[in-house]
Every structure is written in structure tokens, then in C-alpha cells.
């Protein structure tokens, strides 16, 4: 059973900056594994964010920046916003599947 | 203006049979994959799989094979998840969502979910 990690919560200031990973249990994440993010707000569907490691969509704020770091699948908030409280989910494929991660907490305080 | 349109929540018995629906508006319905996402009460995103609407091809989640059906019908631009018989574990907020064009594993939009409620 293949387990995605991410940490289930972490709190930043406003304007700071955080960055969210995303952890395969079968090893170290690479561009193979098409990281995507996705942010959901208490309530309401999920939005996304990236795809394939680092790509924006169209509405994706500037400050939301995706990457690899040490062997893992990245989000970075820079210059945090209020609105930018939500759970924060990645997704990674794997030969035929997907498997969502258990999501980070994100409080902006 | 490009969205996927769900229907409209549900409350069933367990055991009896259920068919949600997904519709796409605004773009080319067979050109783009739809996946289903489950999230069960106040828990994380669960990818149950996706059917690809030009050709009915899909693909499961080996924790969602059997348990659930995904079909199609293009005349109307619309995905469906079926179950035949319903358990109470199956009580969840049901997501459907697009796949960017040409590229199944990278979603990029979403709808805006169906809360199935099995109870006796």
C-alpha cells in the first residue's frame, strides 16, 4: 500500500513564508511522479494549484511556487496572505494510479 | 463559462443502488479524462479512478475495483459513478474532476462535489 506523507499541520505568519512537502513511501519523488497541489477551504471543493511538479494554472496566485526538494514534492507560499488558511493536498501518480496525500493543515496566525 | 456540474445530494439505504453524475460545460467533454475524488466526513481526498469519455476507457483504484462503476454518456456530456449495492462506509462528499487536455494525471478543475448519505 503505497503511503503519501505530508505534514498534517504548520502555521505561518502573514507575509512570511512556508513550504508544504509532499513524501513517497517508495523513495524519493522526481518529475515522474507529476506532483500536483491542490487547496481546499472549509466548506467548499478543492482548487487547483500546480501540476507536474511546478506548473501554474491560470488563477494560481504568483506567491504559490511548486518544486523537488530533498527527495520530496514542494509547495512554497511566499509573502502568505490571510485567505491562504486552508488544507493544502498533493497528489502522486504511480504507474496507472494516484494517490492523494493526508493533506497539511495551513494556519496563517 | 468551462465547469462540471454535479448532481444534487443523496440519501439511500444501504443496499440500494446509486448513479451520481458529472456534467461538463463550455469545452470538448470527450477530449479531457474525469477523475472521481472521494472524501469521506472530516477526513483527506481519496482518488478513486478515471474514465476517459471519448473512448469509455478507464482506470481504477485498486482500493475503489469492484466496489464502483464509472461510465459516460457524451450525447449529454456526462460522467457517472454507480454503485449497486450501498454500504454505510460509502457515506461521503463525492468530487468529480477534469484533467488538463492531454495530460490525464493533471487536474485542473473541479466540481462541486455530491454528499451521499447511506443510512438505515
Known amino acids: 500500500q503505497t503511503v503519501v506523507t505530508q505534514e498534517p499541520s504548520l502555521t505561518v505568519s502573514p507575509g512570511g513564508t512556508v513550504t508544504l512537502t509532499c513524501a513517497s513511501s517508495?523513495?524519493?519523488?522526481?518529475?515522474?511522479?507529476?506532483p500536483s497541489w491542490f487547496q481546499q477551504k472549509p466548506g467548499q471543493a478543492p482548487r487547483a494549484l500546480i501540476y507536474?511538479?511546478?506548473n501554474k494554472h491560470s488563477w494560481t496566485p504568483a506567491r504559490f511556487s511548486g518544486s523537488l526538494l530533498g527527495g520530496k514534492a514542494a509547495l512554497t507560499l511566499s509573502g502568505v496572505q490571510p485567505e491562504d488558511e486552508a488544507e493544502y493536498y498533493c497528489l502522486l501518480y504511480y504507474g496507472g494510479a494516484q494517490v492523494f496525500g493526508g493533506g497539511t493543515k495551513l494556519t496563517v496566525l | 463559462e468551462v465547469q462540471l456540474v454535479q448532481s444534487g445530494a443523496e440519501v439511500k439505504k444501504p443496499g440500494e443502488s446509486l448513479k451520481i453524475s458529472c456534467q461538463g460545460f463550455?469545452?470538448?467533454?470527450?477530449?479531457?479524462?474525469i477523475g472521481w475524488v472521494r472524501q469521506m466526513p472530516g477526513k483527506g481526498l481519496e482518488w478513486m479512478g478515471i474514465?476517459?469519455?471519448?473512448?469509455?476507457?478507464?482506470i481504477y483504484s485498486p482500493s475503489f475495483q469492484g466496489q464502483v462503476t464509472f461510465s459516460a454518456d457524451n450525447s449529454i456530456s456526462t460522467a457517472y459513478l454507480h454503485w449497486i449495492s450501498l454500504k454505510a462506509s460509502d457515506t461521503a462528499m463525492y468530487y468529480c474532476?477534469?484533467?488538463?487536455?492531454?495530460?490525464?494525471?493533471?487536474?485542473?478543475?473541479w466540481g462541486r462535489g455530491t454528499l451521499v448519505t447511506v443510512s438505515s
Open positions: 474514465i476517459y469519455p471519448g473512448d469509455s476507457d478507464t
Open positions: 517508495t523513495g524519493a519523488v522526481t518529475g515522474g511522479y507529476y
Open positions: 463550455g469545452y470538448s467533454f470527450t477530449s479531457h479524462w
Open positions: 474532476a477534469r484533467s488538463l487536455t492531454g495530460d490525464r494525471w493533471s487536474i485542473d478543475l
Open positions: 507536474s511538479t511546478s
